[in-house]
């Protein structure tokens, strides 16, 4: 198999040799699943949980400014991010499968608990 006539082992090569070493293992690569996750919190949900907007304050005051926002955390577990989202949180409003699908919340969980180590 070739790549516009170079084999494709090869340019596989020149990709990784272009990178910076370590960048790889600092930000690891998302998923497929993942990737649709990002791009549906960022279209649903980062209008609450961006920088300096009201669910991230809200969560700073509650857990800590290190825990305000939702796309560094590192222990948000997959069974957790989904029932918030189906169910609401505090003054945070629940999303019904009309608005986000199973698979779609899914997707958003395993995005948020990427960085998560034991689940
Ligand atoms: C209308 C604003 C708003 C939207 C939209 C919103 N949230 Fe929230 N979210 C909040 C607020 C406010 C809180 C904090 C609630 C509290 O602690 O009282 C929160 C809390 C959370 C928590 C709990 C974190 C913890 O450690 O307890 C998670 C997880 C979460 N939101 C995920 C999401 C996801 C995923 C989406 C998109 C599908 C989303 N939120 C959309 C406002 C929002």
């Known amino acids: 198999m070739s ?6 082992a090869s340019s596989v090569l020149l990709v990784l040799a272009a990178l910076p070493a370590g960048l790889g293992a600092a930000e690891p690569k998302l998923t497929a699943r993942q990737e649709q996750g ?19 304050f809200t969560l700073g005051r509650r857990l800590g400014a290190n825990n305000a926002l939702l796309e560094n955390r590192t222990d948000l577990v ?4 989904e029932a918030v989202i189906r169910k609401g949180v505090g003054s945070m409003p629940p999303y019904r499968r009309t608005e986000l699908s199973d698979a779609e919340v899914e997707a958003i969980a395993d995005y948020l ?3 998560t180590r034991a689940q």
């Open 3 to 8: 790549v516009h006539g170079r084999p494709l």
């Open 38 to 56: 990002q791009a549906l919190y960022r279209s649903t949900c980062l209008h609450c949980h961006g920088e300096r907007v009201w669910g991230t």
């Open 78 to 81: 997959r069974p957790y991010v």
């Open 113 to 115: 608990s990427r960085n």
